[in-house]
C-alpha cells in the first residue's frame, strides 16, 4: 500500500514570509496529490491538488510542485498571513481505481504576527 | 446539496456500551471512509469502501464494524467501546481522489 511522509510536523514563520510542507509518497503509481487544511476545531477541506501530468499548479498564494522521479511533493505558501495557521495534511491514493487516501502525519503551521 | 452529514457531533458513551455512527452523502461518490484522529495526530483509516456493498479493513480496525447500506450511506459501528477510542471521527466521500468530510463526531469513552 502507498506510504505518505510529511515535513516538518511542525512550522513557525513570520506573517509575510513564504511556508514550504513536504510529502514524499511511495507508490509509483499514483497520480493524484491532493493538500488539505484544517483548522481548530474543523474538518479538513480540500485547498489545492495536482494531477502527475503537470509539474506545477497554482491558486493564488498557494502552490503544489511534483516531481514524480523523486516521488515527492510540495505545498508553498506565500505572504503569509495568520489566517493560514492550522494543520496542513498532504494525501496520496494509492489505487485510482479504488480511491483509497492514505494522509500524511500532518504540519502544524502557525504564523507569528 | 448538504455534502457529507455525520451524525451525531458529540457522544459519551460508557466502558463497553455500543453505538453507531451515521454517515450519508448526496454528492453520488461511489468511494467513502472512516477515519479517526486523535489529539495533535493525523488521519487514520479504519475502514472504507470503493463501491456499495464492499468494504475494507484500513490501518486501525479492532473494534469497529461498517456498513454500507447503499451508495450514500456508510456506518461504522463500536460494539463495546473501549476508552482507547475516545477520538474525533471523521466520515469522508471522495470522487476523482477529491475527497469531501463530514462535520466529525466527538467520541468520549469514559
Known amino acids: 500500500g502507498e506510504n505518505v511522509e510529511q515535513h516538518p510536523s511542525t512550522l513557525s514563520v513570520q506573517e509575510g514570509d513564504s511556508a514550504v510542507i513536504k510529502c514524499t509518497y511511495s507508490d509509483s503509481a499514483s497520480n493524484y496529490f491532493p493538500w488539505y487544511k484544517q483548522e481548530l476545531g474543523k474538518r479538513p477541506q480540500l485547498i489545492i491538488d495536482i494531477r502527475s501530468n503537470v509539474g506545477e499548479k497554482k491558486d493564488q498564494r498557494i502552490a503544489v510542485t511534483l516531481n514524480k522521479t523523486a516521488k515527492h511533493f510540495s505545498l508553498h505558501i506565500t505572504e503569509t498571513q495568520p489566517e493560514d495557521s492550522a494543520v496542513y495534511f498532504c494525501?496520496?491514493?494509492?489505487?485510482?481505481?479504488?480511491?483509497?487516501?492514505?494522509f500524511g502525519t500532518g504540519t502544524r503551521l502557525t504564523i507569528i504576527p | 446539496n448538504a455534502g457529507v452529514t455525520q451524525t451525531p457531533k458529540f457522544q459519551v458513551l460508557k466502558t463497553g456500551q455500543s453505538m453507531t455512527l451515521q454517515c450519508a452523502q448526496d454528492m453520488n461518490h461511489n468511494s467513502m471512509y472512516w477515519y479517526r484522529q486523535d489529539p495533535g495526530m493525523g488521519l487514520r483509516l479504519i475502514y472504507y469502501s470503493a463501491s456499495e456493498g464492499t468494504t475494507d479493513k484500513g490501518e486501525v480496525p479492532n473494534g469497529y464494524n461498517v456498513s454500507r447500506l447503499n451508495k450514500r450511506e456508510f456506518s461504522l459501528r463500536l460494539e463495546s467501546a473501549a476508552p482507547s477510542q475516545t477520538s474525533v471521527y471523521f466520515c469522508?466521500?471522495?470522487?476523482?481522489?477529491?475527497?469531501?468530510f463530514g462535520q466529525g463526531t466527538r467520541l468520549t469513552v469514559v
Open positions: 469522508a466521500s471522495t470522487l476523482t481522489g477529491r475527497a469531501f
Open positions: 494525501a496520496a491514493p494509492s489505487n485510482f481505481g479504488n480511491e483509497k487516501l492514505t
